[in-house]
């Protein structure tokens, strides 16, 4: 069998022999109906658990859109036409709308990127602008002692919007919601308070009641204020394929309703040697964003298996602190009693992999140099059919494999 793995602005090609092939997880058909634009418009004439936006913001209010930034695949440029459009209608002038790039802990954009990201009719007519985390205004504590810290252009709008992709998270649940407050406008310090939450068995993908860090987040959302959301589901080729607008916390679980009945896997058991990939760019820039697709694989590989990691990551590591405990750890080990003693944001994605090689070892095929691979506790490939064959020589020629082209969206469950 042939398969085919994103890897940045191409592919890398694996064969497979058809008796070990296991499974190969795509996504699940689901009937839906619009695409793309006419389904955001759809979703902001339906409204879930709010009113219809007109009714909601105000002329001469100000309004900060929020949204997602580089690393993410929101194709914010399929939502702005619709939205602009509705508020508009509302009576919103363009002056008081500003789109906000939520950079989380992440470097800031170019003009050029922004421009692609917005889509040039929204970055034309409406100021667009990274958030600034040095600028922030302290609008609270959570019940967790989460300060809610939040970008000054964000606190201070008369309405805040909230856009996002929902995809799983790997320890949030899913995106999206909420989670473009925090950690999108919030500032490191907030963030790493959030995400320390991490360390608990209920902080995991696909999960949402008992979670403890999406349950933070979201009460930093009540705290700061969400006037509205609009949430969209990507098919594997990032198309919209479902949006959900309105209420911060109902349509958003809408939407991950959906996302589930797509992306949810159940296999009947581990595999050997599992496949893995973002699916390319943007999403395998980095291993601090690639890590995503690594952390679903390791609900599907079994106990000394092999997972291989097929990611670009072209801009190198992506994060200092996540940079600073992959190279200058002594042993992988270390890192999880370094994440227990002290939460570090950024150090917690490297704690993950650590976590991870407990279970499994892990070929990484990517444009990152073979010693830094070798002194980041991974096995360095020069191509996903190289890396196959090393695993079938170390695990035998009978080994069974499973396949993740888009590992960073599907959640592999074994069957009860």
């Known amino acids: 069998m042939k398969l085919e793995f994103g890897f940045g602005a191409g592919i890398q090609t694996v064969e497979v ?32 658990g709010a009113p219809l936006l007109k009714d909601v913001v105000k002329p001469k209010e100000k309004i900060a859109i929020v949204t997602s930034d580089i690393t ?11 939205l602009l459009d509705a508020l508009f209608e509302a009576g919103v002038r363009r002056e008081d709308i500003t789109l906000v790039f939520a950079l ?22 409406i100021l667009c602008i990274d958030g600034d985390s040095s600028d922030c205004v302290h609008m609270g504590v959570t019940s967790r002692g989460t300060p809610v810290d939040i970008v000054r252009v964000v606190a201070e709008a008369d309405r805040r919007i909230c856009l996002g992709n929902i995809e799983y998270h790997y320890f949030a649940g899913y995106s999206g ?6 950690p999108g406008v919030s500032t490191r310090e907030a963030i790493q308070s959030n995400h320390s939450q991490m360390v608990k068995p209920q902080a995991c993908a696909g999960r949402l009641s008992g979670n403890p860090v999406r349950e933070d987040i979201e009460e930093a959302g009540a ?60 999403k395998d820039l980095n291993l601090y964003q690639t890590q995503k697709a690594l952390d679903n694989a390791k609900h599907a590989v079994r106990k000394g298996g092999i997972i291989i990691l097929i990611g670009s990551c072209k801009e190198g590591l992506g994060e200092s602190v996540f940079e600073e405990w992959m190279t200058q750890s002594p042993d992988a080990p270390s890192m999880i009693t370094r994440i227990q003693e002290n939460f570090q944001l950024g150090g917690h994605k490297a704690a993950a992999i650590a976590m991870m090689l407990e279970n499994a070892d ?14 980041i506790f991974l096995e360095p490939k020069t191509s996903a059919q190289e890396a196959l ?20 969206s599907t959640l592999p469950c074994v069957a009860d």
Do not use: W
């Open 17 to 48: 022999p058809d008796e070990n092939v296991m499974e190969v997880l795509h996504a699940n058909q689901v009937e839906h109906g619009l695409t793309g634009e006419d389904e955001v418009r759809r979703a902001l004439l339906a409204p879930i």
């Open 72 to 82: 993410r695949p929101m194709p914010t440029y399929v939502v702005m036409p619709p």
């Open 104 to 125: 989380g802990s992440h470097r800031k954009h170019t003009p050029a990127e922004m421009k692609k990201l917005a889509g040039a009719r929204a970055y034309e007519e």
């Open 177 to 182: 919601g909420a989670k473009a407050i925090m």
């Open 223 to 282: 705290i700061c204020g969400i006037d509205y959301i609009v949430n969209v589901v990507l098919d594997e080729n990032k198309k919209v394929i479902m949006a959900a607008a309105g209420d911060a916390v109902k349509a958003h679980r809408e939407a991950c309703r959906f996302l589930d009945g797509i992306y949810r896997k159940e296999i009947p058991r581990k595999a050997d040697i599992v496949l893995v990939s973002q699916g390319g760019a943007p």
């Open 362 to 375: 892990v070929f990484l095929v990517s444009e990152l140099p073979d010693d830094l691979v070798r002194k």
């Open 389 to 408: 064959n090393c695993a079938f020589e170390r695990l035998g020629k009978d080994a069974k494999v499973l396949a993740m082209p888009y590992g960073g």
